[in-house]
C-alpha cells in the first residue's frame, strides 16, 4: 500500500469513526425491536441494509461538518490539550490524514450510497419510508453546510435529537411493519432526549473554538454553567417520558429506563464541578455515552418482553 493510499485510508476512518456509529445503531435496535414487539415483524436482512444506509449518512454527514469546521476555523482553534476523545470533529484536515477535496469526496460517494440503498428500500421492500429517508440525508447535510448551517444557528441539538430519536426509530419501524404509528412515535422521544445530550455535553470541550468560530451552539449561547443546568432537564424529562411510556404502552418493563439513574446524577454531579477542567470532565462525557448505551439495552427489552405481556 502506497503511503498516499495508506493516508487516504487512515483519513477515512478517522473520518468515519466506527466508534460513534452507536448513536444510530441503538434506535434501530430500538425500532427494530418494537416492531416486533408491537407487531411480530422483524427481517433481519433489511436490518442491516438499512443499517449501512445510515451508517453511509453518518459518514457522509461527518465529512461535511469537517469541511465546514475547518473552513470556519473551529477545528484549527482548538489547542492540542483541549481535544478529547469526545470533542466534536474528526480533526482529519488538520491532522494532515485528508485534504478538503478528499473530504467532499467521501461526503459525496458516501450519500450516493446511502441514496442509492434507499431507492433499492422503496422499490423492493417499504415506500412509506421514502420521506423519512429524504429528511435523514437533507438534515445531515445542512447540519453543517451553509447557507443552513444548523448547529451553527442553536439548532444543531433539536436536529440531532430528531434525526437519531424519531426519524431512524420510525423508518426502521415503517420498514419492518409497512406503518407508522403513535406508540412507534412514543418511543422514539427519549432516545432524541438523551443523543441530543450527548452532544450538549460534549459541546463543553470546544466552547471557546465554538466561540470563536461564530458556532453558535446552545452551550456556547448559555454559557458552561447555565448549560450544566440544561443537561440535568434533559435527564429528568427523559426520565419522566418512561414512566409516561409504562402507562401508556401498558408495560411496567418501560421503567428499566431508569436504571441509568445512578449514572445521570453523577454525569451531572462531574459536569457541575468540572464544567472548566476538561480532563476531569470527561468523565460526564464517558457517562452520557454509557447512559445511552444502557437505555438502548433496556428500551430493546421493554419492548420485546411487551409482546408477551
Known sequence: MSVEVKRIWQGFW????????????????????????????FDINWFLVALVAVYCIEIG???VNEYVDYLSGVDRFIPPDKRTPFSG???????????????????????LIAGGIGLYIISF??????????????LSIVYSLPPFKLVYRGLGE?????????????????????????????ISIPIGI????????????????????????????????????????????????FI????????????????????????VRVAQQHYDDIPKLTEANLRMVQIYQLTGITMAIA???????
Open 14 to 41: 478517522q473520518l468515519a469513526d466506527p466508534k460513534i456509529w452507536i448513536a444510530s445503531t441503538v434506535p434501530m435496535i430500538v425500532g427494530a425491536a418494537f416492531a416486533f414487539g408491537n407487531a411480530g415483524k
Open 61 to 63: 454527514k461527518n465529512a
Open 89 to 111: 470533529g474528526k480533526k482529519t484536515i488538520v491532522d494532515g490524514k485528508l485534504t478538503l477535496t478528499e473530504v467532499v469526496i467521501i461526503a459525496v460517494i458516501t450519500f
Open 125 to 138: 421492500k417499504e415506500i412509506r419510508v421514502l420521506w423519512i429517508g429524504i429528511a435523514g440525508i437533507l
Open 158 to 186: 433539536v436536529t440531532v435529537g430528531l434525526t437519531f430519536g424519531p426519524l431512524i426509530v420510525l423508518g426502521i419501524y415503517c420498514l419492518q411493519t409497512g406503518k407508522i404509528d403513535l406508540p412507534a412515535l412514543l
Open 194 to 241: 438523551l443523543i441530543a445530550n450527548v452532544l450538549w455535553i460534549n459541546q463543553f470541550p470546544d466552547y471557546e473554538a465554538d466561540l470563536k468560530g461564530n458556532k453558535r451552539n446552545w452551550v456556547v449561547r448559555l454559557g458552561k454553567e447555565k448549560s450544566v443546568k440544561i443537561f440535568a432537564i434533559l435527564f429528568l424529562i427523559a426520565y419522566l417520558w
Open 244 to 267: 409516561l411510556l409504562a402507562v401508556v404502552l401498558r408495560n411496567a418493563f418501560w421503567l428499566l429506563g431508569l436504571i441509568s439513574i445512578p449514572l445521570a446524577i453523577r454525569a
Open 303 to 309: 419492548a420485546v418482553l411487551g409482546r408477551f405481556i
